[in-house]
């Protein structure tokens, strides 16, 4: 399960990149114009993303402090939240390459945001932070069509194509 989450990882920090390079396209109004989704707009989706990663990041690991609610814009502008966005995609693959396997199989005891204690299998919670990524850059994805931007797939079959490929190239 380990090496699925290592998998993740590098496809989380891939998925990022691409997306991110089209929001870069977006206008400073696009970015942050209120729209119907949760979260509120554009900005409102990626710092959600980023501060939610943040917090199972401090659960995880015991170390960083998580923020105290993941549905405020600390990074209004693009550039910052980018900036943001990179360095904790470090700290995830990080964190996926030095998790210990036998932790897996263990229950994640942590506070939620509320303060109520909670004690879940460390598995399904790993496995819930990259989906809870994976569904909100899906939204922002579609924003993007809505904003005029046509982001290229960021689907996990051609991170992995693309990594298969890499390794072709370094054994050939």
């Avoid at 929001?23 to 696009?30: A, G, K, R, T, Y």
């Avoid at 990663?53 to 990074?75: N, Q, V």
């Avoid at 980018?82 to 995609?89: G, M, N, S, V, W």
Wanted: a negative charge; aromatic letters at 10%; one cysteine or more.
């Amino acid at each position: 399960m380990k090496s699925l989450f290592v998998t993740l990882a590098g496809y989380n920090a891939w998925a990022n990149a691409r997306l991110f390079e089209h929001l870069s396209e977006l206008s400073p109004e696009d970015w942050a114009a209120p729209r119907p989704v949760n979260f509120g707009s554009l900005a409102g989706i990626a710092n959600h993303v980023l501060l939610a990663d943040m917090a199972w990041l401090s659960r995880f690991t015991g170390s960083g402090d998580g923020p105290p609610a993941i549905d405020t814009i600390p990074y209004p502008g693009f550039a910052d939240l980018f900036t943001a966005r990179q360095a904790e995609d470090a700290r995830i693959t990080a964190f996926a390459k030095e998790l210990d396997p036998a932790r897996l199989t263990g229950i994640l005891h942590y506070q939620a945001l509320d303060g109520r204690p909670m004690a879940l299998p460390m598995a399904v919670m790993v496995a819930h932070f990259f989906n809870h990524q994976t569904h909100h850059r899906g939204q922002m994805h579609a924003l993007c069509g809505a904003c005029g931007v046509r982001p290229r797939d960021i689907d996990l079959v051609f991170f992995q194509r693309q990594v298969s490929e890499m390794i072709k190239k370094e054994e050939g």
